[in-house]
């Protein structure tokens, strides 16, 4: 039977497969140059990152926001938050005066104090004695124990010239510095989840660009008609007391930038057309779908190129005698019968040397390779008519060497040759490749 070779019609078919299968560096590093880096998100918005950021980040900062402005739509500092420090004391209270540090307070009103991170909702009461308005623990008024410690402040108002000025008396069940904070409900009923807008008309609610409404709510965000284009297509704004009467303050446009940010369905489609990040193999795998290395590929093709030997020794010695000039080493058994009329591929210790054995008859018969190479002798011996082959290596240096003999292939000559076609080359990269299918 004919051996079989790859002619030109099965070797432009190879390599269509091949390219058909493969890319080559150049055409792979440009294919990854126009892809996107695996993204990196921050889990909340950071003023100083180019990152984007996580849906729950997002959400997470809309929602802090919402809460810092319904509390801001919703109140009215009246005694803004610092700390008092108690220097005196009356009975189970510790206390501290705040001359001129107070407000003149209204009855109907429910006020929120922030005490020490505790809020709580109160209202104030006239009082007799000196301090004429009362919130708080009852027992405070007394100086006497309290039957609860809830709230565990009071808090008294007075003046002495007419309401042009108001001190404030603190009384705390606990001496030391203290954090409050006084609000007032803006407007009665306002609550920051009954918020709701109102488009104000333009001709009877408008007022030179401000809200002109007959009963104004400080539970509305009033909307006044400006002149920008859609999305920024009203001015907004809340009724809120100034600390003298109510006025319209102006908090922003309906207008939101997004021109910086990617929507949801940009960032999928984007991230859709993407490639995960590689991983390349350092050399050919079996049953792996990585990409791998050039030089891993570069080196097992090497290994595969030319080959023209087959390997009939491959071993390590190390010497343990001596003969003459030379360290030695007899390996009983481990040799092998060469042609002296042949050319072997031998390589001691990494250098390689082609070279023939010779024949001698003078001691059994005997292989070998003189003594004039450069650094070694090796010698081939059968003591039973070539039954069995003793190995005896010979090294100028003492230690441990590296031997490897190899037979040159023979040739199979053209006229045995039969071309392999292009359904036959197709047919085995099929079997090859299909094979773990």
Known sequence: ??????????????????????????????????????????????????????????KTALDALSASLSELIQYITVFPEQTVTTDSSSGSWYQKVL?????????????????????????FEETSGTWIYFAGNEAAKTS????????????FLNTIDEGETWDM???????????VKIQKSRSSGASGANFS????????????????????????????????????????????????????????????????????????????????TLTFDNTPMQSSNNPVKSGGV?????????????????????TDGTSGIWYTKDVPGEGVELDTSKTYKVTIDGTVYDTQFSYSEATGLILYIDNNQDDFSIIMRSYDEGDTWDANYQFKTDG??????EETDEYVAKSDL???????????WDAVFNAGA
């Open 1 to 58: 039977m004919a051996e079989k070779f790859v002619g030109s019609a099965g070797l432009n078919k190879l390599i269509t497969l091949i390219k058909d299968n493969y890319t080559d560096n150049t055409a792979l590093a440009t294919a990854l140059s126009a892809k996107q880096n695996v993204l990196t998100f921050d889990s909340a918005p950071n003023a100083s990152s180019n990152n984007p950021v996580t849906s729950g980040g997002v």
């Open 99 to 123: 001359d001129e540090g107070g407000f003149e307070p209204d009855l109907d009103e429910t006020y929120r104090f922030t005490v020490d991170g505790s809020v709580y909702e109160l209202q």
């Open 144 to 155: 006497s124990s309290p039957s609860s410690n809830t709230p565990p402040f009071g808090v």
């Open 169 to 179: 008396l603190f009384s705390f069940l606990t001496s030391g510095e203290h954090s």
């Open 197 to 276: 807008f109102y488009p104000c008309n333009s001709e009877t609610e408008v007022l030179n660009g401000v809200p002109n409404v007959s009963s104004p709510d400080g539970s509305h965000i009033y909307l006044v008609a400006n002149s920008g284009s859609n999305p920024n297509i009203y001015d907004e704004f809340i009724y809120v007391f100034n600390g003298t009467n109510y006025v319209y303050e102006k908090i922003g446009t309906t207008d939101v930038d997004l021109s910086g940010y990617a929507t949801t369905s940009a960032m999928n489609t984007a991230l859709s057309a993407k490639q995960d």
């Open 298 to 318: 570069y080196a097992s093709l090497a290994e595969k190129a030319d080959v023209r030997y087959s390997t009939l020794i491959n071993t390590s010695v190390t």
């Open 400 to 405: 441990t060497h590296t031997v490897k003999i």
């Open 418 to 428: 039969a071309e392999l076609t292009a359904n036959e080359v197709q047919s085995a």
